[in-house]
């Protein structure tokens, strides 16, 4: 049985409640309990950083030459919170609202209330560090709408929102490395997790420039890596982003949760060509002035400025006038898949349409525009070579960010007991369809203020004898790193790993990713089972293991991907309904929207690994609603 551990009592009052109730580490015994922080983006630097303050000694592991250049940096457009500045009837409950209809209701209640009370603490944290948050003329902090919500509640610092919250982060964690409460182990892979007696006690790591495997022992393993959009090949995610570490834990126990659950950006720089490696997000906080369009009627050829907007389809406003540019992003993203299958695309390829921010410079002035997404325009500029003050963006959707991940009850812990797993390496707060914004709020919420308590509230209960590197197995991990390293080195084929990652990308895309089907599941399953045995006969990996080799790192992680992959068309598979990011073309309304199976369906699929060649078996979270009401999503 899956136990949440979701406290009893009132929606409002269950943290509360936890919080009052916990289990407390006393500051003397604090000083004798190592943590291993993996990661040191939002969530992990976050947690990283208040654990050292509380007292805990913490070591930190990053995949990167520094934690500054983890993906967080990447994220644009804001981060979500209930100040209710604009007085336009926020409130902790619209939030958990809109959180908990964005996702299609497949997201725990209790969850996602935790994460909406704790989103003005955030904002209060990150001014106190010096984020540079814009502000209005008044010196209050400014908000901006965002896809999925009709309140204004999203703060933000130009298109740089991220870094900012990183450096933010990342200071208060150099502070606690200068005071020697936190070790800081830079270009580390995590390869695999020690499990000692069913409890999370170490890593092992490779120093990713000597090659060398490295042991690492705690009382506790926090997992902050981030999602797996990557498998897909080309994401908005950096290349360095990847699945091994929670899919090295998934493999030793800890149960995946929801991995069909992908979420496909509206608003990405759309494809050029094959020599591709990555995709450029551009901010959702663009959807806020830009209008999105394209021409009526197929194969129009004139360029934009010349197409008059008789003969333009706003069709977002058209469709869905409550919520018009600002919906969610996979209805966003559907309906601009549905334009382009209509022959209405625009640019070279047809995959395209037009964002258009003509209306809101005539209206505010361009100085403000540029205020406001000045640098978001420049970057465009420079990749695709027009100005969009001038001529509309061209955007279509991408692969950004992954709602599934490691299942976790209300703690935070997996599966395995001390293995906690916070931020987009989780499943659990944005069910099937993260609204935008929510994701550096989750990361920092899991970091700053849940975890201190859960995890003291483990460490008080738990049975945590003294266990060295030199325990057996350590030894073991370690052997095992070693000799799939070793076997990714001999194979000695003909095929570059890009090239099996690149194909891989191709399957995943076509059938598991705006649309599914039966048909197209079944034979992708079919394709990934041939391209991992061809992977593991004709994979070349040039160089060796004991020095800095680029192409060793991705084969494990394409390796790792391979597998995933499966996991991901076969849990896209038995969901026979559609629920937000995961749409079975079987399961729709007659105006092509998600149709869901509450009686069926209203359950998080936790899978579990049973060793190679057997096929994973599901177990199930049912999914109580007892503060909403379970009824179809509309933004019309």
């Given amino acids: 049985m899956l136990d949440s551990r979701i406290p009893s009592g009132a929606l409002r009052d269950k943290w509360s409640t936890f919080q009052e109730h916990c289990r407390l580490v006393s500051p003397k015994n604090k000083q004798k309990h190592t943590i291993l922080v993996v990661g040191t983006g939002l969530a992990g630097a976050s ?49 958990f609202y809109d959180t908990i209809k964005g996702g299609d209701y497949r997201s725990r209640e209790a969850n996602v209330y935790r994460l909406a009370e704790i989103s003005s603490h955030i904002i209060d944290q990150c001014v106190a560090q010096g984020v540079p948050f814009a502000r209005e003329y008044s010196g209050l902090l400014a908000n901006r709408s965002f896809g999925g919500a009709q309140v204004s509640r ?31 182990f830079a270009r580390r892979e995590m390869l695999d997790l020690v499990v000692v007696n069913g409890q999370a006690r170490g890593i092992i790591t490779r120093n990713l420039v000597t090659g060398a495997l490295e042991r690492h022992g705690g009382d506790a393993v926090l ?68 209008r999105v369009w394209v021409p009526k009627t197929p194969g129009d050829a004139r360029s934009p400025q010349a197409i008059p907007d008789c003969d333009r389809d706003y069709y977002l406003e058209r469709r869905y006038p409550s919520f018009g540019n600002l919906v969610p992003r996979d209805v966003a993203s559907r309906n601009a898949k549905a334009m382009t299958d209509d022959g209405r695309g625009v640019g070279e390829t047809g995959l395209a349409v037009y964002l258009d921010f003509r209306d809101a410079i005539q209206a ?35 692969v950004h960010y992954t709602m599934g991940g490691l299942w976790v009850d209300y703690h935070l812990m997996s599966t395995i007991p001390g293995l906690f797993v916070l931020g987009e390496a989780n499943f659990s707060d944005h069910g099937a369809n993260r609204l935008g914004a929510s994701a550096l709020m989750q990361g920092l919420a899991d970091g700053y203020f849940v975890i201190p308590y859960t995890l003291g509230d483990y460490i008080a209960g738990a049975n945590l004898p003294a266990v060295g590197t030199d325990h057996p ?23 570059t790993v890009m090239d099996f990652h690149r194909e891989l990308g191709r399957i995943v895309w076509d059938h598991v990713g705006m649309a599914r089907n039966r048909e197209g599941l079944e034979g992708a399953i079919a394709r990934i089972q ?36 499966e996991l991901m068309a076969r849990d896209a598979l038995h969901r026979e309904e559609s629920c937000g990011g995961h749409f079975r073309e079987e399961h729709q ?15 998080v ?18 999914l109580t609603f007892e503060n909403v009401a379970l009824t179809q999503r509309s933004y019309r």
């Avoid at 509450?598 to 359950?603: E, I, L, P, R, V």
């Fill in 47 to 95: 947690a990283a950083a208040t654990l050292a303050e509380l007292g805990y000694r913490v070591k930190s592991f990053c995949i990167q030459d520094s934690p500054r250049r983890a993906h967080s940096i990447a994220a644009q457009g804001g981060i979500n919170a209930t100040k209710n500045y604009p007085n336009d009837g926020d409130s902790v409950w619209r939030l």
């Fill in 154 to 184: 999203t703060f933000y610092a130009k298109g740089q929102t991220g870094q900012q919250l990183l450096l933010g982060a990342y200071s208060a964690m150099m502070r606690q490395v200068q005071a020697g409460q936190i070790e800081v």
């Fill in 223 to 290: 997992l902050c890596t981030g999602g797996y959009g990557n498998v897909y090949y080309l994401s908005t995610n950096a290349k360095n982003s990847n699945v091994s570490a929670a899919w090295r834990c998934h493999r030793r126990g800890a149960y995946f949760a929801n991995p069909c659950y992908t979420q496909i950006h509206p608003t990405c720089i759309p494809v050029s060509g094959e020599y591709q490696s990555k995709l450029t997000l551009m901010s959702e906080g663009l959807r806020n002035d830009g």
């Fill in 364 to 398: 505010q002035g361009r100085e403000a525009i540029a205020a406001k997404y000045g640098n978001l325009f420049d970057m465009y500029q420079r990749i695709v070579g027009e100005d969009p003050y001038q001529v509309p963006m061209r955007i279509y959707p991408a």
């Fill in 473 to 495: 197995a350590f030894a073991e991990a370690e052997a095992a790193a070693g000799d799939r390293l070793s076997r990714l080195l001999a194979i000695q084929g003909h095929k």
């Fill in 530 to 565: 041939d391209l991992r045995e061809e992977f593991w006969q004709n994979l070349k990996v040039p160089g060796s293991a004991d020095t800095l080799n680029k192409n060793l790192e991705f084969a494990g992680r394409v390796a790792d991907f391979l597998e995933l992959a």
């Fill in 589 to 603: 309304t007659p105006d092509s929207e998600a149709k869901r199976d509450d009686n069926h369906f209203a359950y």
């Fill in 605 to 622: 699929a936790a899978w579990e690994h049973r060793g190679d060649g057997r096929r994973p078996e599901l177990h199930r979270e049912d």
